[in-house]
């Protein structure tokens, strides 16, 4: 089969291209390169981005208006909020000297909050919330936005466009050095919460019951135990808040390879994070590990908690759950787990983890036209007794109905679609891990959970079949190794596949995720390397295209990195 060409313009989000999506188009390692360093010339051709890495389209849009309504100076951004806690983060996220570069700090005086009242319907008005910043120092504010993942979305910022004319400036201003804690500042709407968010919650519960590996702790899931937020990152970080409210004395356990905006965020929190990145069958994970919790207990302390994801991104190496609860029961720490790579269809971690969260942008909602995160919080675990009623009572909703509106019917077809992203993913997996013992392939590994000696561990983990869904899988996500950081690039830039952030999508997406994400820090870059993360890794998430069009496809590249491999070979 002739491989098929892409078509669609540098900085387009995949097809169909409409308002609202979350992906876009960026050909070529070098131009995924220029993307983290923020070249200016090409984010100026970028029609569409994925959400939590800054403010677009229609969140400009309204950045723009809002912008001369509150006759800001020419020099200043701002990024906008529907909780007031913005505020208090911005202060302490733009000041916080041991993690931001000095010409990135925020004098106090030079950060100033503004909020504006709009109303979206007949029934509901919406308070934001700005936080305004000199544009010299932006990447010292921005990062609340990316990191946390709580900023508008573009179906609420066009909600707001449509009713810009009965726009109402509230009389506060106030600064960096001022007191912008909740008591001291304009009471806030928040989102209506509606039908659309009810059924979202009842759809994950149904999935969590699907198979379960104990009937019994399935069995007691409600809706209540659901909590939504506007992005995977906001639940995280909503989560992360809650837990240290209630451990605040020790450091965060982190396993493995872990997505980069969560290292950040665990890494920042106030008494950082213990990360033990070696986590595969030939790790001494478990010993070390051990003996740090028995070093934290004979000092008198604890976790705070203990993070991992199952699979990880991007090495979808799958930690032993069943042993880590074991010493979680020992030590007295809650594990929280981030099943999106494995996905509910797949795995149930229920019977090991006290909190799973997900972000539901990926493979449950499929088509990557809409964003959302959940935490799933199972009333059969002990932590439940204190964080429910925290979470319960500290909850607010910044999830705009819309986009639970439009997630919950993508889910429709999540477990049909799971079966085939399963299916695709192991056929490549299969043709590139026998490409990886061919001596003359560039390829060096693949890695993608059937192939990597965790195996068993996620297989203990994995649904049982149904009549529904009889071939429960590894998921959509898969990584490739190659000889070379050159032998990658000749690979990568004859993938005739779209390229560019995300996962979980209906097309295959590919992405050199950790030269490009790591890459502008060389000394976490050669961190991550030691456990497996390499920069001459591409990262793959297959979609729901034929086979027989995947294989070839990757046959291509393949052979256009041979014949490269052939040619240094001959000049040596």
């Not at 200043?76 to 996220?93: E, K, M, N, W």
């Not at 993508?410 to 993913?425: D, G």
Request: aromatic content about 10%.
């Amino acid at each position: 089969m002739p491989v098929k060409v892409i078509t669609t313009e540098l900085g387009h989000s995949l097809p169909p291209e409409q308002p609202h999506n979350i992906t876009f188009h960026i050909p070529g390692w070098e131009t995924a390169k220029a993307l983290r360093r923020g070249d200016p010339n090409l984010l100026s051709k970028l029609s569409s981005i994925y959400p939590r890495f800054g403010p677009w389209c229609e969140v400009r849009q309204l950045s723009t208006a809002l912008h001369k309504a509150l006759s800001l100076p020419e020099t200043y951004g701002l990024i906008i909020f529907v909780h007031p806690d913005s505020f208090t983060t911005a202060q302490r996220y733009s000041s916080d000297g041991k993690w931001r570069k000095p010409e990135h700090l925020v004098p106090p005086s030079d950060l100033w909050f503004r909020v504006v009242e709009i109303p979206i319907s007949s029934e509901d008005k919406v308070r934001l919330y700005i936080t305004a910043f000199p544009q010299k120092h932006a990447p010292g504010v921005v990062g609340t936005w990316q990191n946390y993942g709580c900023g508008i979305s573009s179906r609420l910022a066009a909600a707001c466009l449509a009713h810009l004319d009965s726009l109402a400036i509230l009389p506060f201003t106030a600064t960096g050095a001022d007191d912008v804690s909740l008591p001291n500042i304009p009471e806030p709407t928040y989102l209506p919460l509606t039908e659309a968010h009810t059924g979202l919650k009842s759809r994950i519960v149904e999935l969590a019951q699907r198979s379960p590996l104990d009937k019994e702790k399935a069995n007691l899931l409600s809706p209540e135990n659901v909590f939504l937020y506007p992005t995977g990152m906001a639940a995280v970080w909503r989560l992360h808040n809650a837990l240290i409210t209630l451990r605040p004395e020790g450091e965060i356990v982190v396993l493995g390879s872990v997505f980069h905006n969560s290292y950040h965020l665990f890494e920042e929190s106030p008494n950082g994070m213990k990360h033990f990145g070696s986590c595969d069958a030939k790790s001494n994970l478990f010993d070390e590990l051990e003996k740090y919790l028995e070093g934290e207990k004979q000092k008198g302390g604890r976790p705070a908690y203990c993070f991992a994801e199952f699979p990880s991104n991007p090495i979808l190496v799958s930690v032993d759950l069943v042993r880590l609860r074991k010493l979680a029961d020992k030590y007295d720490f809650p594990i929280i787990i981030d099943d999106t790579i494995g996905s509910f269809a797949n795995i149930d971690v229920l019977p090991v983890a006290d909190v799973i969260v997900t972000s539901i942008t990926k493979s449950l909602s499929g088509y990557a036209n809409c964003m959302g995160g959940s935490l799933l919080l199972p009333p059969s675990t002990p932590l439940s007794l204190s964080l429910s009623p925290l979470l319960t009572t500290t909850f607010r909703n910044e999830y705009f109905h819309p986009d639970a509106s439009l997630l919950l019917s993508n889910s429709q077809s999540y477990l049909a679609r799971s079966a085939t992203l399963n299916s695709n993913a192991l056929s490549l997996a299969t043709y590139l891990n026998s490409e990886a013992q061919d001596p003359s392939s560039p390829v060096k590994a693949v890695f993608y959970p059937p192939f990597l000696d965790t195996k068993s561990n996620y297989d203990a983990v994995m649904r049982a079949p149904t009549p529904e869904f009889p071939n429960p899988g590894y998921g959509c996500l898969l990584a490739v190794d190659f000889e070379s950081l050159e032998l990658a690039k000749t690979f990568y830039d004859n993938l005739s596949v779209y390229q560019g952030p995300h996962l979980g999508a209906h097309l295959t997406l590919a992405f050199p995720f950790n030269d490009a994400i790591w890459g502008v820090e060389p000394e976490a870059a050669e961190y991550l390397k030691t456990f497996g993360a390499n920069p001459e890794q591409v990262r793959v998430s297959v979609g729901l295209e034929s086979e027989e069009e995947l294989i070839d496809t990757f046959k291509y590249a393949v052979e256009k990195a041979k014949g490269e491999k052939k040619r240094l070979t001959s000049q040596n």
